[in-house]
């Protein structure tokens, strides 16, 4: 990431300028997890070209959804999320709601259906909170 503007947010640094958490221990992520009701991680490597190319789709599809907290982790620096949250792949794509696992893509995702699932887990949370 080439992002230098870092600030501390309960604990986590928070890449202002592109909305998104960077987490670099698994304690950070737990502690994203337990803190916001909607998250949505990006699990990723450095040598990944897809990876590189997919992250800027993601930052902007996420951009329609204010609720929900964008971690990004870098695979090798944490290597513990592999185990922690079955990841055999990079890039890996998790949105947890309330701690629980609601979607899951890897690799190669298909945008349009990626943004109708987020649609539908953030329309049915908003409505059951009302």
């Given at each position: 990431?080439?992002?230098?503007?870092?600030?501390?947010?309960?604990?986590?640094?928070?890449?202002?300028?592109?909305?998104?958490?960077?987490?670099?221990?698994?304690?950070?992520?737990e502690k994203l997890i337990q803190q916001h009701e909607l998250v949505f991680l990006?699990?990723?490597?450095?040598?990944?070209?897809?990876?590189?190319?997919?992250?800027?789709?993601?930052?902007?599809?996420?951009?329609?959804?204010?609720?929900?907290?964008?971690?990004?982790?870098?695979?090798?620096?944490v290597q513990e999320v592999a185990s922690r949250f079955h990841?055999?792949?990079?890039?890996?794509?998790?949105?947890?709601?309330?701690?629980?696992?609601?979607?899951?893509?890897?690799?190669?995702?298909?945008?349009?259906?990626?943004?109708?699932?987020?649609?539908?887990?953030?329309?049915?949370?908003?409505?059951?909170?009302?």
């Amino acid at each position: 990431m080439d992002c230098l503007l870092l600030t501390r947010l309960k604990g986590l640094n928070y890449m202002q300028d592109q909305d998104m958490y960077r987490l670099t221990s698994m304690e950070m992520i737990e502690k994203l997890i337990q803190q916001h009701e909607l998250v949505f991680l990006y699990i990723s490597r450095p040598e990944c070209s897809v990876c590189h190319a997919l992250l800027p789709k993601i930052q902007a599809l996420l951009q329609a959804y204010p609720r929900v907290r964008f971690g990004h982790i870098n695979a090798n620096e944490v290597q513990e999320v592999a185990s922690r949250f079955h990841v055999f792949t990079a890039p890996t794509m998790i949105m947890l709601v309330e701690q629980k696992e609601y979607i899951r893509a890897d690799r190669f995702v298909r945008m349009d259906r990626l943004d109708e699932q987020l649609q539908q887990i953030c329309t049915m949370y908003v409505e059951n909170k009302e």
